[in-house]
C-alpha cells in the first residue's frame, strides 16, 4: 500500500512539475489542452513504466556524492551519446514508440548491461520529456526484475540547460 500512495504521490507531483513547467508557454499561446495532454500521457507512461522520476538536479548530486549509480543514455550512439552525454553514462539504444515486447536478444543485452544486481541503483534518460526511449529502458528494466529504477525525463537537453559538463565519446 505504501509503495501505491509513493507512485500515486509521484505522479501527482510530475503532473504538478509539467503544469508548473508549461505555464509560461501557457501564457504566451500554447494551448492548454495540449499541455494537459503532454501531462497526462506521461503519468501514464510513469505508472505504467513502475519506476522512479529523478530530476536533473538531483541527478547532478548523486554524480558529485559519487553514488553507486549505474547511468544509461538511450540515445542513438551517432546522432547523440557520440556528441554529448552526461559524465559516465554507458550507452544502450531503445526506439521511441512505446515496446509491447522485447525480444530475446535485446534482453539478454539489456541484462548484461545492468547486472545481475537486481537492487543496483539505475537510471535511464534520453533527449527530452517527450521522448521515451528513456521509459522504454526503464519499463523493461522494472519488468526484468530491478527494483531500484529511475527515469531522468529531462534528458539530456535539461542536463546541459542547468548547464552541467557533458562528456564525449572516445
Not at 504566451?28 to 510513469?46: I, N, P, Q, R
Request: proline share 4%; aromatic share 10%.
Amino acid at each position: 500500500m505504501s509503495t501505491r500512495k509513493n507512485l500515486f504521490g509521484l505522479i501527482m507531483a510530475a503532473l504538478f512539475t509539467v503544469s508548473l513547467a508549461s505555464g509560461a508557454q501557457a501564457f504566451w499561446g500554447a494551448k492548454e489542452l495540449d499541455t494537459e495532454k503532454s501531462a497526462v500521457t506521461f503519468a501514464k507512461e510513469v505508472q505504467r513504466g513502475g519506476y522512479v522520476m529523478i530530476t536533473t538536479d538531483e541527478l547532478k548530486a548523486w554524480i558529485d556524492a559519487k553514488k553507486d549509480v549505474l547511468i544509461v543514455d538511450t540515445m542513438p550512439f551517432e546522432a547523440s551519446y557520440k556528441k554529448q552525454h552526461v559524465p559516465g553514462a554507458v550507452q544502450m539504444e531503445f526506439p521511441i514508440p512505446e515496446m509491447t515486447t522485447l525480444d530475446d536478444g535485446k534482453k539478454a543485452e539489456l541484462v548484461k548491461l545492468l547486472g545481475p544486481d537486481k537492487d543496483r541503483t539505475i537510471v535511464f534518460y534520453c533527449g527530452f520529456v517527450k521522448c521515451t526511449r528513456s521509459h522504454n529502458a526503464a519499463m523493461w528494466a522494472v519488468k526484468l526484475g530491478y527494483r531500484n529504477v529511475y527515469r531522468h525525463p529531462g534528458g539530456i537537453k535539461a542536463w546541459m540547460q542547468a548547464g552541467y559538463p557533458i562528456e564525449k565519446a572516445k
